[in-house]
């Protein structure tokens, strides 16, 4: 079983606008700049500034550029992008800070340049109801290969008490727990083991792979490839919790706004599988 994290808010409303109604194509001749202004004076009217949706392009170059991504614009104007290709039980992954993200209003002036700068090609498709640029391909001069083809498409519109922030690791990486939290409990699994291994500078009894048994939710073995002492010391003791336990971890360093959060959940049920914070590594499995 997996999950999207499209559409998913925290008691916030969406409006998911699928596909395209009626669209209008332009070429570089005189209908070009007509249909571009049409089209902006639609998605001006619209009022639409609080919006996600996803971008992909062919170009001339590197294979991750080519990726689709969820681009997320806020009323301030700042944007970010993650990859939308990742597994949908990983944490997002931001793209590169040299990946160009646009917002509609970039995708708008980037055919606005190429109408008064006459380039060699324009094809340029919008969406009827919003005007926003749905596909479009460039091609600036024909004598190199320089094109610039991309889709725009799931636009979402964002309720305005939802403004995406620089905080949108943190936001994400709430979002996951929940689903992860969600799908364990749906499991209903009680009795298991797992292993459980904890990476930091410090001795080594603190790092040795553990094997940890649980019955009806309580922890009620422990073993360890080294052995452990008859009296394990406390702070030892303290790492090892159960899967609920390891879920109130991770929330615990969201609620207190971490430096960094990125955890990995198993995607049939839900468990972590890895949890990093800061400077702190744990793995599960």
């Known amino acids: 079983m997996k999950f999207s994290s499209c559409g998913v808010t925290t008691g916030t409303a969406l409006v998911v606008l699928f596909g395209l109604l009626n669209p209008a194509?332009?070429?570089?001749?005189?209908?070009?700049?007509?249909?571009?202004?049409a089209a902006k004076r639609l998605w001006e009217s619209s009022g639409v500034d609080n919006y996600e949706y996803t971008f992909e392009q062919e170009c001339e170059c590197l294979s991750d550029y080519e990726r689709p991504v969820k681009v997320r614009v806020n009323p301030d104007g700042n944007k970010w992008g993650e990859f939308a290709d990742v597994s949908e039980m990983s944490p997002a992954v931001l793209v590169p800070d040299d990946f160009e993200v646009f917002s509609i209003d970039d995708l708008?002036?980037?055919?606005?340049?190429?109408?008064?700068?006459?380039?060699?090609?324009?094809?340029?498709t919008y969406d009827a109801k919003y005007g926003y640029p749905t596909s479009l391909l460039i091609d600036e001069d024909e004598t190199i290969r320089d094109e610039f083809s991309a889709t725009?498409?799931?636009?979402?519109?964002?309720?305005?008490?939802?403004?995406?922030?620089?905080?949108?690791?943190?936001k994400n990486a709430q979002i996951y727990l929940a689903k992860a939290m969600t799908l364990w409990e749906s499991s209903g699994v009680v009795n298991y083991d797992f292993q459980y291994e904890h990476d930091c500078f410090c001795e080594e009894i603190y790092n040795a792979p553990k094997l940890v048994s649980v019955r009806n939710n309580q922890i009620v073995d422990v073993q360890s490839e080294l052995g452990l002492p008859d009296e394990i010391p406390q702070d030892v003791m303290d790492q090892i919790m159960d899967v609920d336990g390891l879920f109130d971890k991770i929330q615990d360093a969201?609620?207190?706004?971490?430096?960094?959060?990125t955890c990995t959940y198993?995607?049939?049920?839900?468990?972590?599988?890895s949890i990093f914070f800061g400077q702190r590594f744990y793995s599960y499995r």
């Open 254 to 261: 969201i609620d207190n706004e971490a430096s960094e959060v």
């Open 25 to 37: 194509t332009a070429a570089i001749d005189d209908d070009a700049r007509p249909l571009l202004d």
């Open 108 to 124: 708008f002036a980037k055919i606005e340049t190429s109408i008064n700068e006459n380039y060699h090609a324009l094809t340029v």
């Open 152 to 170: 725009a498409s799931f636009l979402v519109i964002v309720d305005d008490t939802d403004n995406f922030g620089p905080d949108i690791e943190i």
């Open 266 to 273: 198993d995607e049939k049920y839900g468990y972590p599988t």
